[in-house]
């Protein structure tokens, strides 16, 4: 099993850009797909972007071109770049990690205590 740590939430203003990061511990890191979903008040969790072992990269469609993941399994980190940031990406993004090599089409069973992230002016 795997622990996830959330970092680098904050206030940011409308066309800013944020890096948010996750450092995992314990299982080796590489087994893991590790991926970044959102929640805004009132709406259902959602996906935001994976990155798995093995295989393509998966993002909200929405999202594609403004957000970048990345995964260092050296560092044992999982960021997220976040570009022309919009009023309505703010929401609190949760870390993930699912035990397998390749994406599922599922989050997995780990998650992180949360950043929030709030775009105003």
């Known amino acids: 099993q795997v622990q996830l740590a959330e970092s680098g939430g904050a206030l940011v203003q409308p066309g800013g850009s944020l890096t948010l990061s996750c450092a995992v511990s314990g299982d080796q890191i590489r087994m893991y797909t590790l991926g970044w979903y959102r929640q805004a008040p009132g709406k259902q969790r959602e996906l935001v972007a994976v990155?798995?072992?093995?295989?393509?990269?998966e993002y909200a469609d929405s999202l594609k071109g403004r957000f970048t993941i990345s995964r260092d399994n050296a560092k044992r980190t999982v960021d997220l770049q976040m570009n022309s940031l919009k009023p309505e990406d703010t929401a609190t993004y949760y870390c993930?990690?699912?035990?397998?090599?390749?994406?599922?089409?599922?989050?997995?069973?780990?998650w992180g205590q949360g950043t929030q992230v709030t775009v105003s002016s």
């Open positions: 990155i798995p072992s093995i295989g393509n990269f």
């Open positions: 993930n990690a699912d035990r397998s090599f390749e994406y599922q089409d599922r989050p997995g069973d780990y």
